[in-house]
């Protein structure tokens, strides 16, 4: 596989994957489940006739794709799952032509038959296992996807309170990735002014003790601002923090240290499923997020263009507006 059938292939498994968050929601919301498994099998079909050097016809139908990409398949073997996935597209077509909602049932059956199609096709094209696919390859952001990486070697050994951890971990480097890039620069979008870090309860004075209320309110708000900017689910965000630990950074040189604290009562509670959503959250926040790039690179070019001559004292350029055909 080429490097874009990777990140290709990995936007197939984000798509499944969003598919099963959607399916969890309530009626009707859950509805839209239907439309991301949808576009996850497309996407795939397109994606392994790619691979298998299949040329598809213009006119080639959702089902149609199962004929025509078998003359590329080893041995000419049929994909699986052809009236399975019939039976969804139907679904899809119903839905999203017709405004007929899908029932919960039919939600799962279509979750199923999904999660089937992709555990059998993926080895047959790519010979790798569904599960394998890691959507981390379309994380852009290095130190993220390091921090993701030890969180997942914590996963497979079991620790799942340290993988916990290093999910909040990447999830707050990612915040400050946008919100603390330009510490000098006042009107950096993401910011909303340096990281107001919300101090232990350690303050014997009378005035401290009924500041910290205040600067516990204003902390929260900041992040929860960075998040709404950023484009990131705030709800979503609120259960991720829910089943986390609470992680508290340090200062040492030039480093960032965490320690983390977890009760009891969480780690006996905390499962696999509780790990595998939260890392979903956190490369979804990580994908979503990466639009403000380029809002950051106007930043910093602008920057570039208006940065004084060493020496010199920069006062820029002001001009007076004037309205113009108004009385």
Not at 46 to 51: G, S, T
Not at 159 to 169: F, N, Q, R, T, Y
């Amino acid at each position: 596989m080429t490097a874009l059938e990777i990140e290709r292939l990995a936007f197939v498994r984000f798509l499944y994957d969003q598919g099963q968050t959607q399916a969890r929601q309530p009626e009707p919301l859950s509805a839209t489940a239907v439309l991301s498994f949808h576009d996850a099998v497309e996407q795939f079909l397109r994606l392994a006739a790619d691979h298998l050097g299949v040329s598809l016809s213009k006119s080639v139908t959702f089902i149609g794709y199962w004929s025509e990409i078998q003359s590329g398949m080893p041995g000419q073997a049929a994909l699986p799952s052809k009236a399975a996935m019939n039976r969804m597209n139907n679904l899809r077509v119903q839905f999203k032509h017709h405004g007929t909602f899908p029932s919960k049932s039919a939600i799962e059956q279509s979750r199923s038959d999904t999660a089937t199609f992709f555990t059998d096709a993926v080895p047959m094209v790519f010979g790798v296992g569904f599960d394998g696919v890691d959507m981390l390859d379309l994380v852009s952001q290095p130190k993220i996807t390091s921090i993701l990486r030890d969180a997942q070697s914590h996963a497979d050994a079991g620790a799942l309170p340290m993988a916990m951890a290093g999910l909040m971990i990447a999830f707050t480097e990612l915040l400050d990735h946008y919100g603390e890039r330009s510490t000098y620069d006042t009107r950096q979008p993401f910011r909303f002014g340096p990281t107001i870090e919300v101090p232990m309860s350690t303050a014997t004075d009378p005035l401290e003790r009924a500041f910290e209320p205040l600067t516990q309110a204003v902390g929260n708000m900041q992040v929860a601002m960075r998040i709404i900017a950023l484009g990131i689910d705030y709800s979503r965000y609120a259960r991720f923090q829910v089943l986390c630990p609470h992680v508290r950074r340090h200062y040492t040189g030039q480093q960032n240290q965490y320690h983390f604290h977890l009760s009891e009562a969480q780690k006996q509670t905390l499962t696999q499923d509780d790990y595998e959503a939260g890392r979903y959250f956190v490369i979804e926040a990580a994908v979503q997020a990466a639009r403000a790039e380029a809002a950051l690179q106007i930043r910093s070019d602008h920057r570039t263009i208006n940065s004084p001559a060493p020496g010199t004292w920069h006062t820029g350029s002001h001009h007076v507006w004037k309205a113009l055909g108004g009385e």
